[in-house]
Nanobody, 119 residues
Framework: QVQLVESGGGLVQPGGSLRLSCAAS????????MGWYRQAPDKQRELVAT???????NYANSVKGRFTISRDNSKNTAYLQMNSLKPEDTAVYYC?????????????WGQGTQVTVSS
């Protein structure tokens, strides 16, 4: 199976930066899209950014120009560089990976990492 380990969350002041990482491991044949989603209290989970296997990126309008998604295919790892953070960015951030294993293709989710933007 596939395991996702997220790291990099924490408490930061408004205007600050954080970098999230999501490392995939396991019996992986290939990884397609990788993405970040977030869920704030009492809100639905929403897309933040995705990146395809060829590097095509997509961002939510609310984070365009502030967040950058990237990936290192040699390490099966995705990153989310978050700059100019705002209080409304406070949420649990989840990594999602589309991976092919011997069982076929499935989407996998990380356990989530808390990001809190507050003074």
């Amino acid at each position: 199976q596939v395991q996702l380990v997220e790291s990099g969350g924490g408490l930061v002041q408004p205007g600050g930066s954080l970098r999230l990482s999501c490392a995939a491991s396991g019996s992986i044949f290939s990884i397609s899209a990788m993405g970040w989603y977030r869920q704030a209290p009492d809100k639905q989970r929403e897309l933040v950014a995705t990146i395809s296997s060829s590097g095509i990126v997509n961002y939510a309008n609310s984070v365009k120009g502030r967040f950058t998604i990237s990936r290192d295919n040699s390490k099966n790892t995705a990153y989310l560089q978050m700059n100019s953070l705002k209080p409304e960015d406070t949420a649990v951030y989840y990594c999602k990976v589309g991976a092919t294993t011997y069982r076929g293709f499935s989407d996998y989710w990380g356990q989530g990492t808390q990001v809190t933007v507050s003074s």
